[in-house]
Structures are given as C-alpha cells and as structure tokens.
C-alpha cells in the first residue's frame, strides 16, 4: 500500500478519512436496498445536478457582472486523463502475476501436493459455508470496510497487548498443529 492510503487508514487526516469513510460505507448500504444500476445511476445524476447548477451558476453571474471568465470547468477539461500504454502494460502484468499465482496455489491445494495445507484449506472452506449462511457478500464487504478503518488504529494503540495474545495463540496452534501432523502418516512438512 501507498503512504496516502496508509494515512487514510490510520486517519492523520481526520476530515479526509472520514469523507472516505463515509462515502465508502454509505454507498455499500445503498448497495443494500437497491441495486448496482439504480445506485450507479442515482450517483451520476447527483453528479451532473452539482455540475449543471454550477455551471448555470457561473454563465449568469458571468452575465450579470460581465465578466469574461470562460468555462469553470476548464482547467479540468485540459487534463489528460488518458491511460497510457505503459500503465496498461504494467497493470495486465500484475494481474497476470496474480491470477497465476493463485491458479498454482489452487492447483497444489485441491491436488494435494501438501496434505496439511489442503486439510487446513478443506476447514477454512468448510468454515466458510457457515459464514456464507449467517452473512452474504455485502454485509462481509461492509465488515471489511469498517474494519480496514478502524482496527489499524485499534492496533496501533493496543500494539504490545495485541501482539502478546497474538503470539500466546500462534504458539497454541503450532502446538496443535504440530500434533496432528506427528499424528498422521506422510503429514510432516519439509523443513524449508
């Protein structure tokens, strides 16, 4: 992540990751009660409202001081906003790098190359029809978001507690996993 979106999350500017906050989390619940075309649509006709009123706004007092200012939008209009070709390139890249990564892992999970690796891949699976029963996508995606904006804060507060119970409960499941791996034939990992 960039240092802008690390401050946004950490809130060093209050008024700006509060907009975003905001913004981000109204426009999920929107997503809520209506669907993704009515939300799109409402959103561009706020928009073109805002920018229509004020450009009316600046034509007539224009008119009336007679001034000749021009468009208001102009220094706008004369940005290029223009992808270029590098940018296309370097971005494809990374999501080929992605997308191939993840289709390995897939494929050394669901084909067994590890056996701990897939059974722990089988629960987290297993665990997640639960959670696909109690909450669908959007209510997951609105967790997310306001959990990506308050638990860096959180954490960066609670720092030497959370890492003592994090560490308290890493040294737990090693222990168990180390159990299960003695436990079964062919389960014991290779020493990397």
Not at 105 to 131: G, I, N, P
Not at 142 to 154: E, G, H, Q, R, Y
Request: proline share 2%.
């Amino acid at each position: 992540m960039g240092p802008a979106a690390i401050d946004l999350l950490y809130w060093r500017n209050v008024k700006q990751s509060g907009a975003v906050f905001s913004s981000v989390l109204l426009l999920l619940f929107s997503l809520t009660q209506f669907s993704v075309v009515s939300v799109g649509a409402y959103l561009a006709l706020a928009a073109l409202s805002a920018t229509i009123s004020f450009r009316i706004y600046k034509s007539v007092l224009q008119a009336v001081q007679k001034t000749d200012e021009g468009h208001p939008f102009k220094a706008y209009l004369e940005i290029e906003i223009a992808l270029s070709q590098d940018q296309i390139s370097k971005y494809a890249d990374k999501i080929l790098l992605y997308s191939n990564t993840c289709m390995k892992e897939l494929r050394r999970l669901f084909l067994v190359q590890d056996l701990v690796d897939s059974l722990k891949f089988a629960v987290l699976m297993w665990l997640l029809t639960y959670v696909g029963a109690l909450f669908n996508g959007l209510t997951l995606l609105i967790l997310a978001v306001v959990s990506m904006f308050s638990m860096p804060v959180v954490y960066e507060k609670h720092q030497a507690q959370i890492d003592q119970y994090v560490g308290l409960i890493r040294t737990q499941v090693n222990s168990v996993v180390g159990k299960i791996q003695a436990k079964i034939p062919g389960a014991k990992r290779k020493e990397e």
